[in-house]
């Protein structure tokens, strides 16, 4: 009796922690398991004899449409990439208005330590690739370290739980909003194709059509979503990449503040409503249609000593953190910034090890970087290889670095 009685207790004591466990497993924790299942089943489908033909037909599919209107001549994967990634980009250019407008950026105090610290993230793995590429064709993938998969950052924190200071997630957030921002910049900048003006003037139009109507309130949600159809069409054709789209009229979406602490409930709304969408569609699918590597045709020893995979492995793994650190701690030092009390410093450096997740976003950049496929492959190896040490290496550190009870930190220093 005494032994079944212990028997049981302990069958208690592990049934707790499987509860324990799967209260954690959340909507972020969700999402990023999500990410990497649909990671996972591209190279399945790309690696597979039966599957790998089938895998190649659907990313290629031709889409096209064709009226007195418009005529639109895509595949599958550009489908994809150009148009539920605006709708991804959209969500974003939502997101980083709220911050900006009543979040953790709203105030100079408030946002000038995650602004530091994104721009260190930025700059450095930008600079540690260019000197491993400098000079040659595959210097154009210069932007994909820079990037952050803020779906899959987030996860890590949530599989932490209670540990992570509430501090800590609101700085990975505003990190991973400005590093966005800092990306949209570097597509609309510098990932164009040969630029059609006249398709411009057409999409700044009907931008400022929206901007009157919003601002009389004579627009509504019809009116709005075929408006910003035809900006987004204008701008495929511009030459200037369609996700630039999304932003800006994310940019233009009514935000009404009733007071210093509350949106208007349409806004907050908007963002609650495309959220599940972006995490558990867009996303996955993107990572489907482009996170497909053939092995077969790789050979790995060239591909392990290529300076694209030495540029972004180290780029995002020793750049990231080193420069998200060191640009937050001297900001701090120069009282130009402030650390929130309750993180330490080794906590700043394991988001920063986390925000090396580049994944998605660093997919997308390569995508428009490099017009080699095996140069795009050599991207993609180098991605996966780095975002998963990221994981892991970025989850250790702030396993350790947060106690279970989610603790004041008293040396500020």
Excluded at 217 to 246: Q, R
Excluded at 349 to 376: C, K, P, Q, R, Y
Aim: aromatic share 12%; charged share 10%.
């Amino acid at each position: 009796m005494q032994n079944s009685s212990v028997m049981l207790a302990e069958k208690g004591n592990s049934f707790t922690s499987i509860k324990q466990f799967f209260s954690n497993f959340n909507a972020d924790v969700a999402a990023g398991v999500l990410l990497f299942l649909s990671a996972a089943a591209a190279l399945l489908f790309s690696n597979s004899d039966q599957l790998s033909q089938f895998y190649t037909a659907l990313i290629s599919y031709p889409i096209q449409i064709s009226s007195s209107f418009l005529s639109l001549d895509k595949n599958l994967l550009l489908f994809v990439n150009d148009g539920l990634m605006a709708i991804f980009f959209f969500y974003v250019g939502l997101e980083i208005k709220r911050e900006f407008v009543v979040g953790d950026l709203s105030s100079t105090k408030k946002a000038a330590f995650s602004v530091f610290a994104a721009i260190g993230g930025m700059l450095f793995p930008a600079l540690l690739y260019v000197a491993f590429n400098s000079g040659s064709a595959s210097i154009s993938g210069w932007g994909i370290p820079m990037a952050t998969d803020i779906a899959f950052a987030l996860g890590i924190l949530a599989l932490l739980g209670k540990r992570v200071p509430a501090s800590l997630k609101a700085f990975l957030l505003a990190l991973a909003i400005v590093d966005d921002l800092g990306a949209i910049l570097v597509i609309a900048l510098f990932y164009t194709a040969n630029i059609n003006f006249m398709a411009l003037v057409v999409a700044f139009s009907v931008l400022a059509l929206l901007m009157t109507l919003n601002r009389f309130k004579l627009s509504n949600k019809a009116v709005g979503i075929s408006l910003g159809l035809v900006v987004w069409f204008a701008f495929l054709k511009s030459g200037v990449h369609a996700t630039i789209a999304g932003v800006l009229l994310a940019m233009i979406t009514p935000l009404v503040i009733s007071n210093k602490k509350s949106l208007a409930t349409n806004f907050d709304g908007l963002i609650h409503n495309m959220h599940p969408w972006i995490s558990f569609a867009i996303l996955p699918l993107f990572a489907f249609f482009n996170a497909g590597i053939d092995f077969r045709t790789i050979d790995v020893t060239s591909a392990l000593n290529s300076p694209i995979t030495y540029g972004i492995v180290l780029g995002l793994l020793v750049g990231k953190p080193l420069g998200v650190f060191l640009m937050s701690y001297i900001s701090h030092k120069l009282k130009i910034a402030t650390k929130p009390d309750d993180i330490s410093w080794m906590q700043v450096l394991g988001v920063g090890v986390v925000s090396a997740i580049g994944f998605t976003m660093s997919l997308f950049i390569a995508s428009l970087a490099f017009n080699s496929e095996m140069d795009f492959s050599l991207s993609k190896v180098a991605i996966y290889i780095a975002s998963i040490l990221a994981m892991i290496i970025g989850f250790l550190l702030l396993y350790f670095s947060c106690s279970s009870r989610n603790p004041e930190i008293t040396n500020n220093q």
